[in-house]
């Protein structure tokens, strides 16, 4: 069962020269018990998404579209599948309707203001908040709250009957409109995610906890690193001095520093020792999911490893849900079951992490995989993919990498391409030619 459900998102940054496209219709599904790798080079919104499942985003981001999909205590509802499916068919009536009429629409000054609705309108469509699946379920809604108001009622009146009636009306309830085990992390008014929510503020830290980049930074140097991990656990949990201390101690144990560091400051710690502190302090709730950014920054190559074979170890000690993003596969590659691949905003490639490596599918993937040695096979000079990143403010039109991609046509230049999914499952790809790539095996990565 998917923790994490990450559908269609947008998250969009407010700046001068424009609007910052850092994560652009995003699909991404994180299961229970998985480990799932986000990688991809510096800037193509690994780090927003993370922030966006977080609530971290800062005042200038916006969720103009898709959701976050948190689903919290118990199973999901086997309800909610129906209710999706028919308001997304109901997205694509409005979306059909409203595309004719946009055709039909003439392009003159005097109707502008009527386009630019019809455009709107037409966005807000293709990637749904919650509030649009709730508009568009809002009669079968009234239905089922009216129906279990009427049952509410007769099981009140002792009536014993009603008792299976009523918890279905009550899940179906739930599916319509969002609520119960599932939390839309989006679901704010204005499509921020930085006010308090009390729903929100219990998942944090709690529930989903993160490692963020940069540990040398992350820990305050004027308190004792144990001392800020029991400031976290008491902000979260009703537990006296003692009781944090312990945990603390056992957290230390857990990740390889010795206890006796507790009392020590932060620049008492090397790098290695402070990314565990980090981990410690991700790990202090027993979080659900664990979002790790960059969790080797500036580490030397052993010491990284070190603390991947650590990471290894707590995940199939504490079977924790873990999304490790880094810009280099060969980080992630030893510890994720899947590898998804982030360009421009977009998610370009995710499979199996065996699979990505052993049948590349995407362009991009196949540089990115080419920019590293392998301790396997033959020596080889590494290549670097050609160019920079585009813009996120005006990103090329058609397929994103066309700029970069030497397997460019003219197609990839005007229209934007559709994922191609591989028969088996498990593995797809954003890309005009990935159908192609498939049949002939797969790309390498010279």
Wanted: aromatic content about 6%.
């Amino acid at each position: 069962m998917s923790l994490v459900s990450v559908r269609k998102l947008r998250v969009y940054f407010k700046v001068q020269a424009g609007w910052v496209k850092a994560v652009d219709g995003v699909d991404l599904d994180i299961d229970e018990g998985e480990t799932v790798g986000l990688v991809g080079e510096s800037g193509c919104g690994k780090t927003t998404l993370a922030y966006a499942i977080t609530q971290l985003l800062p005042s200038n981001a916006y969720v103009l579209g898709g959701q976050v999909l948190f689903h919290g205590e118990g199973g999901s509802n086997p309800y909610r599948p129906e209710y999706w499916g028919l308001a997304e068919s109901r997205f694509q009536r409005d979306l059909e309707d409203l595309r004719a009429k946009l055709a039909q629409t003439p392009k003159e000054d005097g109707s502008s203001q009527d386009r630019q609705e019809l455009e709107e309108e037409i966005g807000r469509l293709e990637n749904p908040l919650s509030e649009t699946y709730r508009t568009h379920l809002d009669a079968e809604i009234k239905t089922l709250q009216k129906q279990v108001d009427t049952l509410t009622e007769r099981w009140q009146a002792n009536d014993p009957s009603v008792r299976r009636p009523l918890i279905e009306a009550r899940r179906r309830l739930s599916a319509a409109t969002q609520e119960g085990d599932l939390v839309d992390i989006t679901r704010l008014p204005d499509g921020r995610l930085r006010e308090y929510h009390p729903k929100l503020n219990a998942i944090r830290w709690k529930q989903i906890a993160m490692v963020f980049q940069g540990a040398m930074n992350a820990l305050n140097p004027v308190y004792t690193v144990g001392d800020q991990i029991i400031e976290a656990i008491q902000t979260h949990e009703d537990v006296d001095d003692g009781q944090a201390r312990t945990r603390v101690e056992e957290l230390y144990r857990l990740v390889g520093i010795p206890p006796d560091r507790i009392d020590n400051y932060p620049h008492e710690y090397s790098g290695g020792m402070k990314q565990r502190a980090m981990i410690a302090m991700a790990l202090a709730l027993n979080p659900k999911l664990v979002i790790m950014d960059e969790p080797t920054t500036a580490l030397d190559v052993i010491t990284a490893s070190r603390i991947m074979d650590e990471v290894l170890r707590i995940q199939k000690q504490l079977k924790m849900t873990l999304l490790i993003i880094s810009h280099d596969v060969s980080t992630v590659a030893k510890v994720a079951d899947r590898i998804c691949v982030m360009y421009a905003g977009q998610l370009v490639e995710e499979s199996a992490s065996k699979n990505i490596f052993s049948r590349t599918l995407h362009p991009y993937t196949q540089g990115l995989l080419g920019a590293f040695p392998s301790v396997k096979g033959e020596k080889r000079r590494l290549e670097a993919i050609p160019g920079s990143p585009p813009s996120l403010v005006t990103p090329p039109k058609g397929c994103r990498f066309n700029p970069r991609c030497k397997y460019v046509q003219d197609v990839c230049l005007v229209q934007e391409p559709a994922y191609f999914y591989t028969p088996e499952g498990g593995h797809r790809a954003l890309c005009h030619f990935s159908k192609d790539f498939y049949e002939q095996g797969g790309l390498g990565h010279t």
